[in-house]
């Protein structure tokens, strides 16, 4: 009898634990740069984030890498030239979502997160808006922001200024399952 | 029956407690807080990927680099190498051998794959042509489980013009092996075996070897990101090559600057010939005896894999 009071116990607390968290490991984040010269764009699809719902805990982790550029000359001067990827890898954010949408009903809630944002090894304290959706157990969170290169010293030398844009509009959409512990 | 009522209500309120102690524990851990962790133990953790971009061109000022053109690029060369600076015919006179041009060099490098490319050369020196395929067979690894990148050149050259007894006697062959290492995001460093056959020998001289081994050894170092420094040798082991007859180890210096899609190179070397089968087989001007030149490269990629930006 107490054995069984042990194990349901055991089964109570980690599942009480476990329902409030949840990841997604492909998260699709897409970089756009207009400029007279030319547009820019390149996606990574594979970000990784996790969201507490507990909490409220957001965190983001992306390898600059898995950006892939439609030309190839422009994904290594990417990696090389403005993110030197080869000092810093990832590009991340570590945050709190202000608001405690009801998880357990259906529907689309406008959220804010703030946080520090991390690019090029510079952080950046930025409150970010997007969208989480909610619909049966699944959560899709989707935002747009702008991240300016300078404020994460991104240099774009005078001779491509008008190729690159100051500013680069970041899109995020990710798909969270809930958090399963092994 | 009691006694499993009071284990149910005694379940109840330590799992109600203990709910409320991970909840205070996660209120409490500042930094490394729980949804970090779990990030850090998703994240595909410093996966090995292929080092980029040891070189920003394909040649330097005499070697070609491990650096092979992308799949669908098209890179077009224009070389040029002035008149000697320092003899009765550089000075001032000839601003300094700008008046003289010893040898251009026009070529075109298709990449076929990321990691074969065919190339296509012209050279004013011998009106030599060449075509030649470069394989990338090994890149170096971020963590290191390949130290360096390995390519492959193989070239054959003809000489269209000129008295030769048969096509044969045209025809110049050479082999590479270029094996680089990007020390740091600044230093890359490379070293190549060269194998040369010229079926008559460039120049022609009696007892001058068809054939011989050589070593060349060349080096970036990057001082702003865009703009490197290099330096790039070759040693023929040839002995008709050697000072006594006038031979001199091609040496070069040069400064490189990568503008978008262009990479230019100026830069100073001994060596008239661009093609290595002419600088290696044929280099007879000396730094001492005021043999040297200036030179530059343009190299610009055009990319045809995307028209547009792609961008949805």
Same mark, same amino acid.
């Given at each position: ?182 | ?143 290191? &489980?390949? %130290? ?6 193989? =070239? /054959? *050259? ?7 007894? $048969? ?80 031979? &001199?180890? %091609? ?6 600057? =990568? /503008? *978008? ?7 100073? $070397? ?43």
């Amino acid at each position: 009898m107490k054995y069984i009071a042990l194990i349901l116990l055991a089964w109570l607390t980690t599942n009480q634990a476990g329902q409030d968290i949840y990841t997604c490991k492909n998260a699709k984040i897409n970089l756009y740069s207009s400029a007279p010269i030319e547009d820019i764009a390149a996606t990574a699809t594979s970000g990784a984030s996790v969201y507490n719902a507990a909490t409220g805990e957001l965190a983001f982790s992306v390898p600059v890498r898995d950006f892939h550029f439609p030309k190839s000359l422009m994904e290594e001067h990417f990696n090389e030239n403005y993110m030197e990827s080869d000092k810093y890898p990832k590009a991340t954010f570590k945050g709190k979502i202000q608001e405690h949408p009801d998880l357990s009903k259906d529907g689309s809630y406008p959220v804010t997160a703030v946080g520090d944002l991390q690019v090029h090894g510079v952080t950046q304290t930025r409150t970010i808006a997007g969208n989480l959706k909610v619909s049966n157990g699944v959560l899709t969170m989707t935002s747009e922001f702008m991240v300016k290169c300078a404020d994460h010293h991104i240099d774009i030398p005078a001779i491509v200024f008008h190729h690159i844009a100051e500013s680069i509009r970041i899109r995020i959409a990710a798909t969270y399952t809930a958090y399963k512990k092994q | 029956m009691k006694r499993i009522i009071t284990v149910f209500i005694f379940l109840a309120l330590a799992a109600g407690l203990k709910a409320q102690q991970t909840d205070t524990v996660k209120k409490g851990a500042k930094k490394e807080t729980s949804a970090d962790s779990l990030l850090n133990a998703m994240s595909p953790e410093d996966k090995p990927q292929d080092v980029i971009a040891a070189f920003k061109a394909s040649r330097l000022i005499l070697s070609p680099t491990t650096v092979t053109v992308k799949k669908n690029n098209l890179n077009f060369l224009v070389i040029h190498r002035f008149g000697d600076i320092g003899t009765s015919t550089g000075g001032a006179r000839t601003l300094f051998g700008l008046d003289a041009i010893n040898d251009v060099y026009i070529g075109f490098e298709y990449g076929l794959s990321d990691n074969l490319n065919i190339d296509f050369g012209r050279s004013t020196i011998g009106g030599l042509i060449e075509l030649g395929l470069k394989y990338a067979v090994l890149h170096q690894k971020t963590d290191n &489980s390949s %130290p360096v990148a390995v390519t492959l050149l193989g =070239q /054959t *050259g003809v000489r269209p013009y000129g008295q030769f007894t $048969t096509f044969e006697n045209r025809l110049s062959y050479l082999g590479q092996v270029i094996i680089s290492r990007k020390f740091t995001s600044a230093l890359s460093l490379q070293v190549s075996p060269v194998f040369v056959r010229d079926n008559t020998p460039i120049p022609d001289l009696p007892g001058n070897e068809q054939q011989f081994f050589s070593l060349t050894a060349a080096g970036r170092y990057k001082v702003t990101k865009g703009m490197s420094i290099l330096v790039d040798y070759e040693h023929p082991f040839s002995s008709f090559r050697s000072g006594a007859n006038g031979f &001199s180890d %091609p040496l070069g210096f040069g400064i490189e600057e =990568q /503008t *978008g899609g262009h990479v230019f190179t100026i830069n100073i $070397t001994n060596a008239r010939g661009i093609s290595e089968i002419n600088s290696l087989s044929g280099s007879q001007a000396s730094y001492g005896r005021g043999q040297f030149r200036l030179g530059f490269t343009i190299s610009r990629m055009f990319d045809f894999n995307h028209k547009g930006s792609g961008y949805k």
